[in-house]
């Protein structure tokens, strides 16, 4: 398995243009999630999905779009983006279960720089 | 509204040494899970440690142990016998409820720990 993947690794974007941040997993994961990491605040939430056609918001959605087609892909639009999203952005999956037990499992991130 | 909080920003520990990084949360819920990640230099999340709001003994894992404290809601994570390759980002993180609720996390906003030689 290649677990959850990440494309690109590393993007330089000027203010008003739109990108897609790609994340695919390979897990059979229902749970996909959208995470940004800012120096000192740790990682916050953007979107998340509990299966496929099925999305919400989480704590920083604005200026952020997802849809989720398939149960492997989950991707992020920039639709304009800003150097406030400047960031590294990861992507995270986990499967369903009644215990509490389950952790995620993390892309290994895109770094984002919008000029 | 749920909250973790490090108040550690940096620590610094000699080789072979235990060290303690505090993690403290708010939640109104009962029913809550809590759990580590580390962050290397290289960037990725590496999960290290998970201990369940109903879970009686303190969870361990090999090096990594958690000092549980469920009414002072803090859970303290404790490396032993520290190793220069745990110099990283440690991060502490929250969701809440039972079942797994979509994956949401909450994250606190990190300690950075430094393994001297």
Known sequence: ?115 | AQKITQTQPGMFVQEKEAVTLDCTYDTSDQSYGLFWYKQPSSGEMIFLIYQGSYDEQNATEGRYSLNFQKARKSTNLVISASQLGDSAMYFCAMREGIYNQGGKLIFGQGTELSVKP
């Open chain 1, 1 to 115: 398995n290649a677990g959850v993947t990440q494309t690109p690794k590393f993007q330089v974007l000027k203010t008003g243009q739109s990108m897609t941040l790609q994340c695919a997993q390979d897990m059979n994961h229902e749970y996909m999630s959208w995470y940004r990491q800012d120096p000192g605040m740790g990682l916050r939430l953007i979107h998340y999905s509990v299966g496929a056609g099925i999305t919400d918001q989480g704590e920083v959605p604005n200026g952020y779009n997802v849809s989720r087609s398939t149960t492997e892909d989950f991707p992020l639009r920039l639709l304009s983006a800003a150097p406030s999203q400047t960031s590294v952005y990861f992507c995270a999956s986990s499967y369903y279960t009644s215990g509490a037990r389950v952790t995620q499992y993390f892309g290994p991130g895109t770094r984002l720089l919008v000029l």
